[in-house]
């Protein structure tokens, strides 16, 4: 959510933003906004007035009656009387005001950063750089479900008749490469200083609109029935709302926090669930980082944490590259993104395993969340980026350290996590 200054000093700023966005639907809200946000001024306005007319009024009874002079004070009530009722009729009117600006404003795109490509969709995403030389050897790499079953690692037949389409079992050693490969991300991000943390993996729906948009919303989160709780999609939701309402003392930024948790999604839209393999799925395990530190610091930890998710895969033999996410391609909260994709040698190209984000203050202004400084009270940024999602990383490291035989050769970096084996056959 943007400050409504914007929208009081700037709108053709806010509305050039919107259209960058290629939601032109929206144009019109920044009026409205505007024109409510005037009359609530200027209700409070009057309402002040009326409030310091009423209690001058309201002293003067009391000289009045002591002068003996009831028919004056009689007359003065009967004002005061009709000064309370448009004063409760101007604070019903800022009541109604401050909801629909609320409504409004919180479909409001936040305003992206100026180096942001722009595009309507991902189509017009830009290549930043590649890491690592890609890949194709000249045998055949199977389809991921068919590498993990042939060493028993996959039964997504039992987990349709248990749960549905879109879960699985991963089994033996696919499992505990799982494991191991979400250790040693933990362990890293340890090793750069970040808190580690076992969020909780439900969260109620003011936590839920205050870290994503209602469109994120509907698409990704599963509600638990009768209650207003819902499950996490993805651990910064829970991470950010671990601040939710507080004061942040200035010395304790930047907060560095690297996160384990399941996550579920509905995965809503035309990509649709996978039916065999593991890619596009309703649950998967993720190590996540999130930095909430001062507005003039966010473009640096941004720069920081993207590195920090090259730096690993390529730890595990996987090439990446780094991609510009164009300005119709971002979430509405997002003030600038891109993708980590990892190499996939039996696609012949990249696919997305991770992403990183910076938001400005916008969840910390939707969450109540403060930072006490010298001069005063202020937003801190936010910032969140996936530091390894299980299956997606599965499927990479799969595909890229696939031997001739069959056989897959476990990165260096796992071996510890995995008993010192150094090959799944």
């Known amino acids: 959510m943007i400050d409504i200054k914007l929208i009081r000093e700037n709108k053709d700023l806010v509305k050039e933003n919107i259209k960058k966005k290629f939601q032109e639907k929206k144009l019109e809200l920044v009026d409205q906004i505007y024109d409510m946000d005037l009359e609530y001024r200027k209700c409070k306005s009057r309402g002040d007035e009326l409030r310091a007319l009423k209690n001058s009024k309201s002293s003067e009874i009391g000289n009045l009656m002591r002068d003996g002079k009831k028919d004056e004070a009689s007359l003065i009530k009967e004002e005061i009387g009709k000064i309370s009722n448009e004063i409760v009729e101007l ?38 750089e590649k890491f690592g030389e890609p890949v194709v050897p ?52 340890i090793d750069k200083n970040f808190i ?64 384990y948790s399941p996550c579920f999604r509905k995965e809503v839209g035309a990509h649709g669930i996978e ?22 610091e966010s473009m640096d930890w941004y720069n920081k944490m993207w590195q920090y998710t090259v730096e690993i895969f390529r730890n595990l033999n996987i090439p990446v590259r780094t991609l510009e996410c164009c300005s119709g391609d971002l979430a509405d909260l997002k003030v600038k993104s891109c993708d980590v994709e990892a190499w996939s040698p039996r696609q012949q190209k990249y696919f997305e395993v991770g992403s990183c984000s910076t938001l400005g203050d916008a969840q910390a202004r939707r969450l109540g969340i403060r930072v006490k400084g010298e001069k005063g009270n202020y937003y801190p940024h936010t910032l969140n980026n996936t530091v390894l999602a299980s299956t997606r990383a599965l499927i990479a490291l799969l595909e890229n350290n696939l031997q001739e035989d069959g056989s897959i050769k476990i990165p260096e970096v796992l071996r510890p996590y995995m008993g010192g084996k150094e090959y799944i056959k």
């Open 91 to 128: 604070e019903n009117r800022e009541v109604e005001l401050e909801k629909d600006i609320h409504e409004k404003m919180m479909v409001i795109p936040n305003i992206i950063d100026d180096s942001v490509p722009i595009g309507p969709d991902d189509s017009c995403n830009v290549e930043i």
């Open 196 to 259: 580690y943390c076992i969020p909780p993996f439900m969260i109620r729906s003011d936590v839920v609109t205050g870290v994503m948009s209602f469109e994120e919303m509907d698409a990704m989160m599963y509600k638990i029935e009768g209650e207003d709780l819902y499950l996490i999609g993805t651990s910064e939701h829970s991470m950010i709302g671990k601040f939710k309402g507080q004061m942040i003392n200035k010395q304790e930024l930047p907060i560095t926090m690297t996160s």
């Open 275 to 296: 039916e065999r393999g593991i890619y596009r799925v309703h649950q998967f395990e993720k190590q996540e980082m999130i930095v909430i530190c001062e507005p003039e």
């Open 138 to 189: 000249n045998y055949e790499i199977p389809y991921n479900a068919d590498i993990l079953e042939s060493f028993n690692g996959l039964d997504k037949e039992s987990a349709g008749r248990t749960s549905g389409n879109g879960f699985y079992y991963l089994m033996g050693d696919a499992a505990r490469l799982v494991s191991a490969m979400l250790s040693y991300a933990r362990d890293y991000m």
